[in-house]
C-alpha cells in the first residue's frame, strides 16, 4: 500500500467538470439566450460580436448550432416529400386512380407559397417549427381537395356533364369546404398569437398552417376545377392517340 501524497503532489484548484470532444477535438461550449428574434439573426449577431476576439493560434470560433441546423433542414425536407408521396398512394388506394389524387397533390407547392407569404407578413423565419408546420399542412390540405374532386367523380358518374359537375360541385361544396377550413383556422389564432412561454416555437406552426389553409382554400375552389378540367383534356387526348395508333397498326 502506497499513500497518495508519496506518488502525487496535491493541491486544490479550478477545473472543467468535463471536457467536451468533437470531431476528436476539445472544444468549448458558448451559450446564451436570446429573445424577440430568431436563431439566425442572434447567432449572426453572436458571431459578429465575438470576431474581435484574438485568438491562440489552433483556436477556431464556428457556429454549432447553424451547423446542425442545416441537417435538420435537409431532413425535415426529406420528411415533407415522403409525407406528401405517402397522401398521394394513400389517394391512389382510395380513388383507385392516379390521375385525381395528382390533381388534388399539385395543390400542395402552392399552399407552400400561401404560407411563406404568411411568414413574411407576420415577420417570421423559416426555422424548424415553420418546417413542422408545413408537413403537418401537407396532411390537412387535402381533406378540401378530396371533398371538391370525389363529388365531381360522383355527378359524372351519374351522367353528368363535366363542365356542369364542376359547377355543381362549386356551388355544392363550397359550405363544407369553408366550414372545414374557418374552424382549423380559428383554432390556430390563439397559437398565432402566442401566449406565454415558448411562443416562439409554437408561432410558426400555426402562421405556416393559416398561410396554407387560406390559399388552399381559394385554390380549391378555383384552381382544383380549372386543373381537374386541363388534366381531364389531356388524358382524354392521350387516350385518343393511343387507340389510334392500335387502329393504324390492326389495318396495316
Not at 493560434?57 to 416529400?81: H, M, N, R, W
Not at 363550397?174 to 366550414?179: A, G, K, N, S
Not at 378540367?229 to 393511343?242: N, P
Amino acid at each position: 500500500y502506497l499513500r497518495l501524497g508519496d506518488v502525487a503532489t496535491l493541491s486544490e484548484s479550478l477545473g472543467p467538470l468535463n471536457i467536451p470532444r468533437q470531431d476528436q477535438q476539445v472544444i468549448g461550449w458558448v451559450t446564451a439566450q436570446y429573445q424577440g428574434q430568431d436563431l439566425g439573426s442572434a447567432s449572426r449577431e453572436a458571431i459578429a460580436a465575438v470576431q474581435a476576439i484574438e485568438l491562440p493560434p489552433g483556436y477556431t470560433i464556428k457556429e454549432a448550432a447553424s451547423s446542425q441546423l442545416g441537417d435538420v433542414f435537409g431532413d425535415l425536407y426529406l420528411v415533407l416529400f415522403v409525407a406528401a408521396a405517402l397522401v398521394y398512394l394513400v389517394m391512389a388506394a382510395q380513388f383507385e386512380s392516379f390521375k385525381n389524387p395528382f390533381i388534388i397533390i399539385c395543390s400542395l407547392p402552392l399552399a407552400l407559397a400561401g404560407a411563406a407569404l404568411a411568414l413574411l407578413i407576420t415577420g417570421n423565419s423559416l426555422s424548424i417549427p415553420a418546417m413542422i408546420g408545413a408537413v403537418v399542412l401537407a396532411g390537412i390540405l387535402v381533406n378540401d381537395g378530396i371533398i371538391m374532386v370525389d363529388f365531381i367523380n360522383q355527378l359524372r358518374s351519374q351522367g353528368r356533364d363535366r363542365t356542369d359537375a364542376i359547377a355543381e360541385a362549386g356551388e355544392t361544396r363550397l359550405r363544407p369546404i369553408l366550414m372545414t377550413s374557418l374552424t382549423t383556422i380559428l383554432a390556430m389564432i390563439p397559437m398565432a398569437i402566442g401566449f406565454g412561454e415558448g411562443q416562439e416555437l409554437q408561432r410558426p406552426i400555426a402562421v405556416v398552417v393559416i398561410g396554407g389553409l387560406v390559399t388552399s382554400t381559394f385554390l380549391t375552389l378555383f384552381v382544383i376545377p380549372a386543373f381537374y378540367t386541363y388534366v381531364d383534356d389531356a388524358e382524354r387526348w392521350l387516350i385518343h392517340k393511343v387507340f389510334k395508333r392500335e387502329g393504324d397498326m390492326d389495318e396495316s
